[in-house]
């Protein structure tokens, strides 16, 4: 197999089943109804990965945007903390899966099925809306406080980067979201910032090679030190790439030693040496690279 033949292999196995699909949209059905029955949700909305069409069958989680009514979010005349409100979904759902594990990270309430499937519920309260038309929100910072954001606007900006790109980037999002699921620790970087990067940055060609353009954005991670990203549409400010310093640390790590090897697999490769290319990829994917 040829090593360009092994990352079409790593993107046919980040493929859904159609049974694993039926399942995750069942529980994205579930999920909606529950948030609706017991909360003040104006409208819940898939956002993410699976809106952006670049979610992968080995960490089969799907973000959920529940739009709370501004009414909701309010104590005395005033908005609450996000944390409050945070709680309040958690408490929630608890109510309608009492057998589920169901905690906080960060932003989002996250409800992990037995059966490997997890919901992120991001809870948001209309802001504004945005020059374009589209709305945009505030969501929890993870630190009590909100931050805006509009999904919407920014999944169409990776969409249209995507589209000059043709279709490559969505590719690359996906090898990246497969080199993060291999650790042994899934490195704890945000897939929204670093398509994000990809996008402003360019990283994604026509002409290019999907290999390339992952080791690419490895090093640009690298290079960048895995800094927080100024929002090229001025919305959500600074857009972390992870929510706390230790993920922050853990994942630059990481991505400094994936970046120099996947940079010195390419080189090999170039230079015709498949061999030591496919041990270096072999280190890269942790030893889950196609053979």
Known sequence: MTIAASFETILDRCLFTPREALQLEGREKEVKRSLKARLPIVKARTIGSCARGSTIRQTSDLDLLAVLSRDGVRRGGRRVRSSTVLG????????????????RDGQAVVVAFAEGTSVDVVPAVFAAPLPSGRPAYDIPDGRGGWMRTAPGSHNQYIADADARSGRHLRSVAKLFKYWRWTRSTPVPISSFHV?????SAQLCRVGTTNRYSFALTLERLASRRCAALDDPLAV??????????????????TVRTSARRAAAAIDAEHRGGQREARRLWGL???????R
């Open 88 to 103: 309040n979904v958690r408490l929630a759902l608890s109510e309608r899966y009492p057998s589920t594990a169901i905690g």
């Open 195 to 199: 398509g994000l990067l990809m996008a």
């Open 236 to 253: 959500s400010g600074r857009v972390p790439a992870c929510n706390t310093p230790a993920k922050h640390r853990t994942a630059l790590a």
């Open 284 to 290: 890269v994917f942790n030893g889950r690279f196609p």
